[in-house]
C-alpha cells in the first residue's frame, strides 16, 4: 500500500509548519531530482537531517528534471523513476520529514515560501553559485554545504549502466 503521509503540496506543508512549529523547527531544507536513489544520497540526507529539528526535501518533478538534466546523446530521457515513486521513496526514509514537489528549475519559490533556518546542499556547490542563498540569507537563514562523502552521481550510474 502507498505511504503518502510524509508527501505534501506546499500548501499542506506551510500549513503543517505553521500549525506545530515546535516539531518542524528550526527546519532545514534541501531540494534535488534525486533520480535513482544511492548511498551518498542517503548519506547526505542523514547529515542535512542532523542540522535541524526537521528536513524538508523539495523534489524536482519530473517536468523539472527534463529542463535541468538534458537527454544526452545514448543516454535515456530524465528521470528514469517517476516523480510519485521518487517522492515515496525519500519520504521513507528515515531522515526525511517531508517531500514537497516542485516544477520550476530552482527551488528559489519553495525556500521563500518556507523560509527553512538552514538551507543545506551537497559539498559539490558553492554557496555564491546556489540561485537559493541570496533569499536564505535576506531572511538571516544559513545556507550550509554537506562534504560529499560518497563522491558517485545518479548521471555516472546510468553511464555505467549503460557501457556495461
Not at 527534463?66 to 519520504?91: M, S
Not at 520529514?97 to 538552514?118: C, R
Amino acid at each position: 500500500m502507498e505511504n503518502r503521509s510524509n508527501i505534501y503540496s506546499l500548501s499542506e506543508l506551510k500549513q503543517a509548519i505553521a500549525t506545530d512549529p515546535q516539531k518542524w523547527r528550526p527546519l532545514v531544507f534541501t531540494n534535488g531530482c534525486f533520480d535513482l536513489l544511492h548511498a551518498g544520497h542517503v548519506r547526505y540526507l542523514h547529515a542535512a537531517k542532523l542540522l535541524g529539528r526537521s528536513l524538508i526535501v523539495g523534489l524536482n518533478s519530473d517536468r523539472s528534471v527534463q529542463t535541468i538534466k538534458p537527454q544526452a546523446d545514448g543516454a535515456p530521457a530524465r528521470p528514469i523513476v517517476p516523480e510519485l515513486q521518487r517522492a515515496e521513496v525519500l519520504a521513507a526514509l528515515r531522515s526525511v520529514d517531508g517531500v514537497v514537489l516542485f516544477s520550476e528549475p530552482t527551488a528559489a519559490q519553495l525556500v521563500e515560501a518556507l523560509q527553512p533556518e538552514i538551507y543545506a546542499k551537497g559539498g559539490d556547490y558553492r554557496i555564491e553559485t546556489l540561485p537559493e542563498a541570496s533569499i536564505v540569507h535576506a531572511y538571516g537563514g544559513h545556507v550550509k554545504l554537506i562534504q560529499v562523502e560518497i563522491p558517485s552521481s545518479t548521471s555516472a550510474i546510468i553511464r555505467r549502466i549503460l557501457n556495461s
